[in-house]
């Protein structure tokens, strides 16, 4: 399978090659032996890239919503004619299933078609009575430079519903993809290109967390859009610090759980947890991983469910797989080693995830469901795993008997 080539940093409406700076692998995690490409990491872009993005703030700004709608129209346009293109990326550098990949792509393309039907009226000028004599008028202005910090795990529809609210409402965008996935990102620019946006608008620079440390501590970024785990966004929240003017939006991370009561409907509880839990390979802020089971309903969910699981299937995209592989060596270890520690806190195992060999060398890996039987929570000493994202197919348990544990169970959570 080919490589793609690396166009560089996109800057004032051009691709540039950076001349020096770290050279960075992006893994296809499904086949190591065929990677998506390389890419050269220089964090001195984003001084480019905030330099352009400045200069075309003021007329881009001036420019009436409409105008910028009819920009953003051609990029709809280039992103449709790219479908599968885009899908095709994303399924390489994230490992997805085609079908999954697709259905982000979808969401990419209607996105602009919320915001133009809905968004648009959210910012108007509006006057307000407030009284007989007094009247006062509501009024929305663009922020400036925008960063955006794009996640790995949907790398197109995350960043595109960021990009597209920042540039319809007037805001430039310097957007730095995730280093796991940086040839989506250059898709993204190259619709961007195709739509004829003027120079500066938006730009794109590639690279890894120095580019993204450079993008968030910038004077001229005025709001940095992050999604992305709960340790790196304590650093962009602390590298912030100081700085009230700069807004920053953080989606990170979560630990969420379905509630399964005795009259659920069986097929439809089972149906849905397993999409809930294993699509994208657990890999979603989203993901269910905890059920929280009433005892009359534990048996017959408990055995269906294990049934269900021992039924998906794994493996490479364009084998049409439900489950592809996780995206990194390290999530693969993290989520071994977690099982373990799921033993030693005394979880009953249920299903022993363990490394899967698909004919590939891939960082394929089985889901594991573990059951937690005592009628208390696990305890703060024991939060490192009961209350830990682990962005992996791992299920945990707990049958809990009154409606009342049911809720302390599902709130007890650092996530909310």
């Excluded at 990949?101 to 969401?107: A, F, I, K, Y």
């Excluded at 995206?327 to 799921?342: E, I, R, W």
């Amino acid at each position: 399978m080919t490589s793609y080539q690396f166009r560089g940093n996109y800057i004032n409406g051009s691709f540039t090659r950076p001349k020096t700076g770290n050279v960075i692998r992006s893994e296809d995690p499904g086949d190591l032996a065929c990677p998506a490409g390389t890419i050269v990491s220089d964090p001195s872009a984003v001084q480019s890239a905030c330099e352009s993005a400045k200069k075309a703030f003021p007329k881009w700004k001036q420019l009436s919503p409409v105008e910028r709608l009819n920009c953003l129209t051609r990029y709809q346009k280039a992103v449709n004619k790219r479908t599968k293109d885009l899908a095709w990326c994303i399924s390489r550098e994230t490992g997805k299933t085609l079908l999954e990949s697709e259905t982000e792509v979808r969401g990419m393309a209607t996105k602009l078609d919320v915001m133009a039907n809905q968004g648009l009226s959210l910012i108007q000028n509006k006057s307000i009575q407030m009284d007989e004599h007094t009247q006062g008028i509501t009024q929305h202005r663009a922020h400036g430079i925008v960063g955006i910090i794009g996640p790995f795990n949907v790398p197109g529809h995350i960043a595109n519903g960021q990009l597209i609210p920042s540039l319809l409402t007037g805001n430039t965008v310097v957007y730095k993809p995730s280093e796991l996935t940086p040839f989506v990102g250059q898709i993204i620019a190259e619709c961007l290109h195709a739509a004829g946006l003027p120079k500066g608008v938006f730009n794109l620079v590639q690279g890894d967390g120095r580019v993204g440390a450079a993008l968030t501590t910038h004077s001229e970024v005025k709001v940095i859009f992050f999604t992305g785990s709960v340790n790196i966004g304590k650093n962009i929240h602390q590298l912030c610090a100081g700085n009230p003017q700069k807004l920053l939006a953080l989606e990170m991370g979560g630990k969420n759980a379905s509630i399964v009561m005795p009259d659920a409907p069986l097929s439809l509880a089972v149906k849905e947890i397993i999409h809930g839990a294993f699509a994208t390979t657990g890999q979603r802020c989203s993901s269910t991983s905890r059920i929280l089971l009433h005892p009359q309903a534990a048996k017959k969910f408990i055995q269906a469910f294990h049934q269900a699981v021992d039924e998906l299937s794994i493996g490479y995209f364009t084998d049409q797989p439900f489950m592809g592989p996780l995206s990194q060596k390290g999530f693969v270890h993290k989520f071994l080693n977690a099982q373990k520690t799921a033993d030693k806190l005394g979880y009953r195992t249920l299903k022993l995830g363990k490394k899967h060999s698909q004919g590939r060398n891939g960082h394929y890996v089985t889901p594991s469901i573990h059951l937690w039987e005592s009628q208390t929570l696990p305890g703060t000493d024991k939060a490192d795993y009961w209350d830990l994202e682990l962005f992996a197919p791992n299920v945990d348990i707990y049958l809990i008997k009154s409606e009342e544990d049911l809720a302390t169970f599902n709130n007890a959570s650092q996530y909310g």
